[in-house]
């Protein structure tokens, strides 16, 4: 069923490239044997699971601030991106669906695992605290409340790549090391906290507490790592107004999480198919990313 909002992109259909994949939220083609069309939809997953109405702008939104981030970060380590033009590899008909949200990367080797980065205890790494006094295997100090600030600053807590449908899994980071190797644990261990904490470091002088993040990570030909995927979005992090930040709860924020707040009133079992969403949340959705953008990048 197609959605109702139809100023919004839920799915591409170009023609002119082999579709490789669909993921939550991107649909990847073929540009030719080393280089891919990477489209950012307005699809919105929230608990691992594609909601049924998209949100409109989104895809352009959150191309917007990957673009700057990347940028802003690229002396940390390189990026998939090849600064060519996605509309100069579709068809002119196309190109509507690739215009302001899309990017063409380098083809390169996924590595298995997320590079999960928290900077404040909330969400599972909350309840994981309250269950077991460590995140992914790390002891914290007893008595930390919501949200509060990680004591000794940003830890590194890797998760599982979930499949459409499935659900990411904290794992420890012995786990990391046996499926990609010890020193290529410890440097993507390196990059992500560093890309995280100067991240957050800019982010406060705007305004903008960046909670914790997710960063992906690949291999070239060589086994030269490279920052993939998005990178430091409102769908990839949790992004709460400094001015609004106190502990004991989980913060008003930008990001997504202002859906899974109405998702988890609803009588839904964390499965597909996900509930609709109200023309308010969608709304309200669309200004929080809106205002996002605006702050990072202004």
Known sequence: MKPANQSALFETQINSLPLVHRGKVRDIYAVDDD???IVQTDRLSAFDVILP???PG???LLTAV?????DKLEHIIPNHLTGIEPESVVTADERSQVEGRAFVIRKLKPLPVEAIVRGY????GWKDYQATGTICGIQLPPGLKQAEKIPGGAIFTPSTKAQIGQHDENIALSEVEQQIGKELTALVREKAVRLYTEAADYAAQRGIIIADTKFEFGLGAAGELYLIDEVLTPDSSRFWPAAEY???ISPPSYDKQFVRDWLETQDWNKKSPAP???ETVIQQTVAKYQEALRLLTA
């Not at 990957?66 to 990347?70: E, G, I, K, L, Q």
């Not at 205890?121 to 599972?124: D, E, F, P, R």
């Open 35 to 37: 280089k891919l069309l």
């Open 53 to 55: 109405d998209p949100i």
């Open 58 to 60: 989104k895809g352009q």
């Open 66 to 70: 990957s673009a700057f981030w990347f």
């Open 121 to 124: 205890i909330v969400g599972s």
């Open 246 to 248: 106190r502990t004991g």
């Open 276 to 278: 609709q969403l109200p």
